[in-house]
């Protein structure tokens, strides 16, 4: 064995140790996560054992309408007392409008894979066909009464009748 061949493999068994030890602490410190997991969790279950059962207590308030609220509609600047109005930054309304607009995106989307969709389109096919040939009928129909009202003799006016 060369020298060069020792020196490789000193280094792969000095990097499999590395790796070694790089799993053994991963192990150990991956037991205590779970060890303190398992103490937490006996913990907030003991909690949950001793904790009464909440009771359900009905309110004692007793709400009156005095009014009907202000006469006319609401308009769109039309606030709720008590009520804050939020002012939006950028990012929440640029989040609002990208939301709006890919809803509506995809609403379309699926409404056109829809009429495109092959039960739709036999559907237009046959209706097509069935609307040409009634129009057709039509067509010959009334070109029958007309031949019939031109081939039938026409009525002379009495010369008497003047």
Do not use: W
Not at 132 to 154: C, D, N, Q, V, Y
Request: with cysteine; proline share 7%; aromatic share 2%.
């Amino acid at each position: 064995m060369g020298p060069g061949l020792v020196v490789v493999l000193a280094a792969l068994c000095v990097v499999l140790l590395v790796l070694l030890a790089a799993v053994l602490l991963t192990g150990a410190r991956r037991s205590r996560e779970v060890a303190d997991l398992h103490r937490r969790l006996d913990a907030l279950h003991q909690e949950l054992e001793h904790r009464p059962a909440p009771r359900a207590e009905p309110d004692e308030v007793e709400y009156v309408i005095t009014s009907a609220g202000p006469a006319g509609p609401p308009g769109p600047d039309a606030q709720v007392p008590g009520q804050e109005v939020e002012a939006l930054d950028g990012r929440q309304f640029v989040s609002t409008a990208v939301a709006e607009s890919l809803v509506r995106v995809v609403s379309l989307g699926y409404g056109v894979r829809r009429a495109l969709s092959a039960e739709n389109r036999n559907r237009i096919g046959f209706e097509m066909r069935r609307e040409t040939r009634r129009a057709r009928k039509e067509r010959k129909r009334e070109l029958r009464l007309l031949r019939r009202t031109l081939r039938a003799p026409r009525s002379v006016p009495d010369q008497d009748a003047a």
